[in-house]
């Protein structure tokens, strides 16, 4: 991209995570995940000398950047970008391989998965702007660009950030709509990275990785519920996982059935059928709470359940989304059968229907 060209402007949606969480933050575990059409949108044009990272998250001021020893460095020392530097450490590390030459540029990011006052709704807004940095660099350094290579590029940026997480939101955000999902065993990858280049990498199959389009049948509503308490995703799986360490037994068998649930509800969706998905839902929001309950982890807050109960009163099948602890809850319906009565009553409780559609390429952006 020569100065003066067009401003690459780059869109990629946030996430919710529906069914399988926790397990899949192991290898070969699987989840369903949706994007959703609220989105990041990151602006990337040419400099020289000196490039800039700007967010509407952080202040609208921008943070300086230079080069020394060819590897990019902040100018302020406490910097909250550390997705996006992962994201162009990464893809940069990539575009030097194949024999690319490193220039300057200026990103502007932008972003509507959080509420005019920040305040977060759990939309996955670490994992979206990190496809969409990959994606504006790829473009920016004309990289092939295949779904798959900017999937793997933006989980080995975000993993070298976060380390437990599964990376699913990262899918979403890249391959849009209704998604089976399960991560790849990252021990593997760790290793090849050490000894391989990362093209090598990731021009090759990852063990257990799946992603996977689903179908989803006509009449299927589904509705979003926000509680109005963010959670961190990450401080709860933390505190799953040092638990599991000491109940490796317990926690093999949550592994166990959280997989024959989910495998039942990506069977419900193949077959388009509404009442397995249903009941997969109603099951997997079963084995989370006792999850939560055994090791002490608040996954379903008072208000998350006061949310799903007033959610069955009106014929849904509901449960937490993501981690829980706050943010949303999922609700599925049979047509539109209790939506607006059950909304009526979410909105005397406090809680806030999300307008949240399932976002697939090519639709809205």
């Not at 943070?63 to 020392?77: A, T, Y």
């Not at 998905?277 to 208000?303: A, D, M, P, S, W």
């Not at 939506?339 to 009553?345: E, H, Y």
Request: net charge neutral.
């Amino acid at each position: 991209m020569k100065e003066g060209e067009n401003v690459i402007e780059v869109s990629v949606p946030g996430k919710l995570f529906i069914a399988g969480e926790y397990a899949v933050v192991e290898a070969g575990y699987p989840a369903v995940v949706i994007a959703v059409d609220q989105f990041i949108t990151v602006s990337l044009s040419k400099t020289e000398k000196v490039g800039s990272i700007q967010s509407s998250q952080y202040g609208d001021l921008p943070i300086k950047w230079v080069r020394r020893n060819g590897e990019l460095v902040l100018d302020k020392r406490e910097n909250p970008f550390h997705y996006i530097l992962a994201a162009i450490r990464i893809t940069e590390n990539y575009a030097k391989e194949i024999g690319r030459e490193l220039g300057f540029f200026d990103l502007v990011i932008s972003s509507e998965l959080d509420n005019s006052k920040g305040r977060k709704y759990g939309l996955g807004s670490s994992g979206a702007v990190t496809v969409a940095t990959v994606r504006a660099l790829a473009q920016f350094y004309e990289l092939e660009a295949t779904d798959e290579i900017i999937y793997k590029l933006s989980a080995l940026a975000h993993l070298a950030v976060q380390g437990n997480g599964s990376t699913g939101d990262i899918a979403a955000s890249v391959y849009t709509g209704w998604i089976a999902f399960s991560t790849f065993d990252k021990e593997w990858v760790e290793k090849r990275l050490e000894t391989e280049s990362l093209g090598e990498l990731i021009h090759q199959p990852w063990p257990k990785l799946r992603i996977e389009r689903l179908p989803v049948p006509k009449k299927l509503r589904l509705l979003i519920g926000w509680t109005g308490t963010p959670a961190s995703t990450a401080n709860l799986v933390d505190k799953v996982q040092q638990a599991s360490e000491t109940e490796k037994d317990y926690y093999q068998q949550f592994l166990d059935e959280s997989k024959k649930i989910v495998e039942k509800l990506i069977t419900g969706f193949k077959e388009k059928n509404i009442t397995i998905i249903q009941q997969q839902i109603t099951e997997n929001r079963k084995l989370l709470k006792q999850l939560g309950k055994h090791f002490g982890v608040n996954i379903e807050t008072k208000k998350l359940e006061r949310m799903i109960e007033l959610a069955k009163a009106h014929h849904g099948a509901a449960k937490s989304s993501g981690a829980g602890g706050g943010d949303c809850g999922v609700v599925f319906f049979k047509e539109k059968d209790g939506i607006i009565p059950l909304v009526n009553d979410w909105e005397k409780e406090g809680i806030t229907p999300l307008p949240l559609h399932v976002y697939e390429k090519g639709e809205n952006v």
